[in-house]
């Protein structure tokens, strides 16, 4: 027997190979669909199956599964399972192969929130579309001056950018632990770009209230929803699942389960209690807010009345605004509203305000 064709019958034999063969063979290219790398569906069954190399070999192995998300978990564990192995398998793995692995990791960690993973996957997304090739890019051969290029190309959102260099470091992070990648990742010294915080200038107390007058006027139930956002200083997503249950009457606060950064208390503001107790329902139970967005009569409210546009999110900056106006300290604030961070993020955000209001306060002084 040729030595050529002995030694590639013999790959086949091998009892420790079969496993990896397993599956329909393909006789034609119009029968297996690309999903991505690695992953291909046997289009007349709908089952997904990992298709890679190892150690040099092309192998095809089922997944055993028609859904798409529960290949992605498998193919995720198969990669992990057999490319990355800690002894220097793997090595030779594309960056496609690692986003998989990286995929299967979001979707397992059960510590991730759930608007986190979302937020991820699109950035996983986000990456793929704005970076040609990157999918069949060996893992090894990604340098920083690679990254560096791709972040400065980058025209678009610089959040989303910097998002996209977390996801990276998490990646090269995952491609060290597991043995496929050789020396520093690529991602060390890469930093992140400035964020310009964008001004914003909210309408007077006027405005807001004619505003507000106007809203209630289209819906009553729109009006309850603008008042709890301006009111409370709370994100429209944690407005959205604001319950009378999450009212504690007696210790004057209120309990947002879901918010950005985790579930925080709030006291009870006056005028929040104001606007809250005449509506209290017996039993006080169930949701608060009956409709989920006021984008539009909000609009329509600044069109008519010819005031500058306003977001779900102004409400909040109008919240924190008037909070400063009135001397409340910013770390009290950022608890207020959900912050974790003692009041950074609001000192860079809201600190020319907080010195208007400083120069106002000295002129008293005279």
């Not at 028609?66 to 090595?91: C, E, P, V, Y």
């Not at 560096?148 to 260099?165: D, F, H, I, P, S």
Request: proline share 4%; glycine share 8%; net charge positive.
């Amino acid at each position: 027997m040729d030595r050529h064709y002995k030694h590639n019958y013999n790959i086949f034999l091998a009892p420790r190979f079969a496993p990896l063969y397993y599956g329909p063979r393909m006789k034609k290219s119009e029968q297996w669909e690309r999903i991505g790398s690695n992953l291909v569906r046997y289009k007349s069954s709908g089952t997904y199956y990992v298709q890679a190399k190892l150690s040099g070999h092309r192998v095809r192995e089922s997944l055993r599964t028609d859904n798409l998300q529960i290949a992605r978990t498998k193919l995720a564990q198969w990669l992990d399972t057999h490319r990355s192995n800690g002894s220097g398998a793997g090595t030779g793995a594309t960056m496609g192969a690692l986003l998989e692995i990286y995929r299967g990791h979001l979707t397992l960690d059960q510590t991730i929130a759930e608007r986190t993973r979302e937020y991820k996957l699109e950035l996983i997304d986000y990456l793929k579309k704005n970076w040609p090739g990157f999918e069949l890019t060996k893992c090894r051969k990604v340098k920083k001056y690679d990254i560096e290029c791709w972040r400065n190309r980058q025209k678009g959102c610089a959040t989303r950018v910097n998002g996209t260099l977390t996801i990276l470091r998490e990646m090269f992070e995952m491609a060290e632990a597991r043995g496929i990648l050789r020396g520093i990742s690529p991602m060390r010294g890469i930093k992140n770009l400035r964020v310009k915080i964008a001004d914003f200038t909210l309408p007077t107390e006027a405005e807001m209230d004619a505003v507000r007058q106007d809203v209630y006027s289209r819906s009553k139930d729109a009006g309850l929803v603008f008042d709890l956002l301006r009111l409370s200083g709370a994100r429209i997503e944690t407005i959205q699942h604001l319950r009378w249950e999450h009212i504690d009457w007696d210790r004057n606060v209120v309990r947002y389960v879901k918010a950005k950064r985790g579930g925080y208390e709030a006291p009870l503001f006056p005028s929040l209690r104001a606007l809250l107790e005449p509506l209290k329902p017996s039993p006080c139970s169930g949701a608060i807010p009956k409709v989920k967005l006021i984008r539009k009569p909000m609009d329509s409210a600044c069109a008519k009345l010819k005031v500058q546009h306003l977001s779900h999110h102004d409400l909040r900056h109008w919240f924190v605004t008037r909070a400063i106006e009135k001397g409340v300290d910013i770390p009290t604030i950022s608890r207020w509203v959900g912050h974790k961070d003692g009041g950074a993020l609001l000192m860079r955000t809201y600190g020319h305000y907080r010195d208007e209001h400083s120069q106002r306060m000295a002129q008293l002084l005279k």
